[in-house]
């Protein structure tokens, strides 16, 4: 097997925890004998085994130390060397005696660094790092934005009318997108660590902010709502499924509230069950900034920002926006209708966010534009 070959497969087993493993990042690992897979792996959620320990152990349960002895590991992401909440994953690979590990993209973590691999090669074990580093580093994005910026990598999604807007005058905006748009926000949703929203459209749609196949949920993202006044009620959906015991149908969820650190109502948004995260202001508005660092503090690494148009006009101001995705449907509000964009408070064109990496692709009868946003020097 090639080592490109391999490493597309421990890909397959990293996309497939997205969005469960936080704070640690989402690793995929094979165990392999020439064309033969002995083992795979995916990094459990915290506390679990992490992906290479995985795959060892499957390997050995399956064939024997004999036979994984000599063999060879392909992991997405360098291997940890450090004992954290789980041993070393460079003296599991040691010491069931691989002879070779394929590395996709080297560990920016502190504690790791190259270090993973240099202990590795000290154990008589033959490393090659960057296979496939581009796919691998997409695929561990978010956690390298949090070793690198201290923030989680942050996608904003828009679902407009083809002139851009989100909700008629009257507010109502269900739906504007067709359900195979639809049905890719729910799949994004399951790959990401959290899912945030701002205020005004918490009021506005009182969503659940679940992940559901169906009618199926399949994912419980942290949900974050920016409520610097706790303006939005406790009877929210956000606020539902909270408790511990709880039989309800969305039981099981997280919500964090991002707020002022002297908001009235603290005491009855507390007894639900969310966590209060406070945020430093930054004038009249909480500071985003501050905001993301905090929420990197807290572990997250991918975040899927829905709206509305205020939070994300406030993110791209404040360069927090990584990629986004704006769905197009093919109707028209017109100028009454409400923009999916607040003001960018711009007076240059040459301060206008710019989009790279473009690319298009139809969703029944929606547009979806995909792209990163250029980083842009403040002013």
Known sequence: MTPEAAIRLALGQARRVLGTTY???????????????????????????????VALAKAIAKHGKAKVRGASVATTLEPCCFTGRTPPCTKAIADAGIRRVIVGCKDPHARVNGRGSTALRRAGVEVEVGVLEDECQKQHRGFISLCVKGRPFVTLKLATTLDGRIATAAGESRWITGPASREWVHQARSRSDAVMVGSGTALADDPELSARKGKRIIHRPVRLLVDSK??????AKLYKGLHPGRTDKIAGFETWVLCKSKSQGRRAVAA?????????????????????KQLGKLGLTNVFVE?????????????LVDEI??????TLIGGDGRAALGPLSLERLRDAV?????????????????????NRKRR
Do not use: C, Y
Request: aromatic content about 4%.
């Open 23 to 53: 704070p640690n990042p989402a690793v995929g690992a094979i165990v392999f004998r020439g064309s033969t897979v002995l083992g795979r792996g995916a990094t459990q959620p915290p506390g679990g085994p992490h992906a290479e320990a």
């Open 325 to 330: 995705h704006w769905f197009q449907a093919p």
């Open 354 to 374: 710019s989009l790279e990496d473009v690319s298009v692709r139809r969703r029944g009868d929606d547009v979806h534009i995909t792209a990163s946003v250029r």
């Open 272 to 292: 639900t069950g969310a966590k209060l995260v406070d945020v430093p202001t930054q004038g009249r508005h909480l500071n985003l900034s501050a905001a993301m």
């Open 230 to 235: 706790l303006r939005v009620a406790t009877d």
């Open 307 to 319: 709206g509305g148009g205020e939070l994300a006009a406030a993110l791209l101001r404040a360069n």
